[in-house]
């Protein structure tokens, strides 16, 4: 069975950081491109970051472009999304999501998530 | 960067009715070198993540009932539920994957009447 269990969400204040770590089983996690989405409160989803299967290709959206990094480490079976410069807008529960369709070096769709992990921004 | 705009934002349908839900590409999502729509639904249910029902608009996953289905082509696209069943009711959203970044519909509300 397919699981996805993030960790690292919390409170912190403008201007601070936080790191996110997804660990993965049940499937070869280093065969697949990783996404993080994050959805802030009452919204829909928000695609913020892909990273494939050897890092090779990383991108962001704009809205985190230069804030946040994301990473990977397949001997551990993880996913990780550094936080920095946050701001009362990233409050949001963060999903680490496998990317369905491992072709191309695109961020493709969703087919497995995690349940997510509470970011909260507030002085 | 392209747009996704369902319609309605809300709907009431009765059980065993069915239950349609629109989505609208600011530009087509129709790849012509395999004929591929990339566009996917999913479902959310409160304090759940999102659920992928259907990818290129019309390929239902593994164990999502039948009376799912995805139609449309190019902009146009539509999630059908042939006969709501309780367990349905949930926020339904649509997403693009032709270009980079991925982007989603704002979501359509679906309750039972």
């Known amino acids: 069975e397919v699981q996805l269990v993030e960790s690292g969400g919390g409170w912190v204040q403008p201007g601070g950081s936080l790191r996110l770590s997804c660990a993965a089983s049940g499937f070869t996690f280093s065969s697949y491109s990783m996404n993080w989405v994050r959805q802030a409160p009452g919204k829909g989803p928000e695609w913020i970051s892909y990273?494939?299967?050897?890092?090779?290709?990383?991108y962001y959206g704009d809205s985190v472009k230069g804030r946040f990094t994301i990473s990977r480490d397949n001997a551990k079976k993880s996913l990780f999304l550094q936080m920095n410069s946050l701001r009362a807008e990233d409050t949001a529960v963060y999903y680490c999501?496998?990317?369905?369709?491992?072709?191309?070096?695109?961020?493709?769709?969703?087919?497995?998530w995690g349940q997510g992990t509470l970011v909260t921004v507030s002085s | 960067d392209i747009v996704m705009t369902q319609s309605p934002d809300s709907l009431a349908v009765s059980l065993g009715e069915r239950a349609t839900i629109n989505c609208k590409s600011s530009?087509?999502?129709?790849?012509?070198?395999?004929?591929?729509?990339?566009l996917a639904w999913y479902q959310q249910k409160p304090r759940q993540p999102p659920k992928l029902l259907i990818s290129?608009?019309?390929t239902r996953e593994s164990g999502v009932p039948d009376r799912f289905s995805g139609s449309g082509s190019g902009t146009d696209f539509a999630l059908t539920i042939s006969s709501l069943q309780a367990e349905d009711v949930a926020v339904y959203y649509c997403?693009?994957?032709?270009?980079?970044?991925?982007?989603f519909g704002q979501g359509t509300k679906l309750e039972i009447k």
């Open positions: 997403q693009q994957y032709y270009s980079t970044p991925p982007s």
């Open positions: 530009q087509s999502v129709l790849y012509s070198p395999n004929k591929k729509n990339y």
């Open positions: 990273i494939t299967s050897s890092s090779r290709n990383i």
């Open positions: 999501a496998r990317d369905g369709a491992d072709a191309g070096g695109q961020p493709y769709y969703f087919d497995y």
């Open positions: 290129w608009a019309s």
